[in-house]
């Protein structure tokens, strides 16, 4: 099946223009949309305490499809969106993010939105600020490293040295250490980092203390949510 997720972001405004964004795209790519899941919960909510979200991750199965207008629907920070999405991948499920226009399947994995995901500070909303000091929490400026951004985490994978990486894409060492440093980066690709993410912030109470309960199949019934006509 394929789903529309809604998230309440920044008013009813929000809603009304990712259900045309979303409607719109599917007709674009000959989609039918045949349910819709609207999730009310704040903004600002963690994904722990989000349970409507995970009850409808917990209905989806293998071979469905979910639409969302923007990445930021599915989660507010890096690590609970990869969490999110590692978890809809391994279970088989097909991502399509409108906004920029995307595809991840199970095939294709983090890495192809590896680039948004490590960006996603910079798409925090404007009013999240520090009150002490009066800026963004947490923002991050665009960087000249980001179009290099996939051809660099392939090198660190490939265990290639940062001085390496430098050589090949023309940049400065030092320059390419500090945005690696700055995105976490070797963090990402490390399978720990993952784990710890994964227990910060659960989709589901886990069946052991130290176990993700990332469970889609068979952890729930099929769920009806509201059919978008």
Known sequence: MTYA???QLSGDESLLEQRAAIVAYAEQKGLTLESEMIEFEGAERPLKER????????SLSEGDR?????ITVLGQTMEEVIVVINCMLSHGITLHIVNPELI????????????????????????????????PR????ASKFDIHLPRIMEGLKSDMSVSAI?????VSRSSLKDYIESRRLK??????????AKRNHRIAEAKEPE??????ENEAPKKTHETNE
């Open 166 to 170: 430098a050589r090949e894409l023309g």
């Open 187 to 196: 963090e990402i690709l490390d399978d720990s980092w993952l784990e710890r």
């Open 104 to 135: 991840v399947e199970k095939e294709t994995g983090l890495a192809k939105i590896l680039p948004m995901i490590v960006r996603l500070d910079e798409m925090r909303p404007e009013q999240r600020r520090d009150q002490r000091v009066g800026r």
């Open 51 to 58: 349970r409507s979200f995970q009850d409808f991750l917990h």
């Open 138 to 141: 947490g923002r991050r400026s």
């Open 211 to 216: 176990e993700m309960a990332c469970t889609l």
């Open 5 to 7: 997720l809604i998230r």
């Open 66 to 70: 979910l639409v969302v207008e923007r």
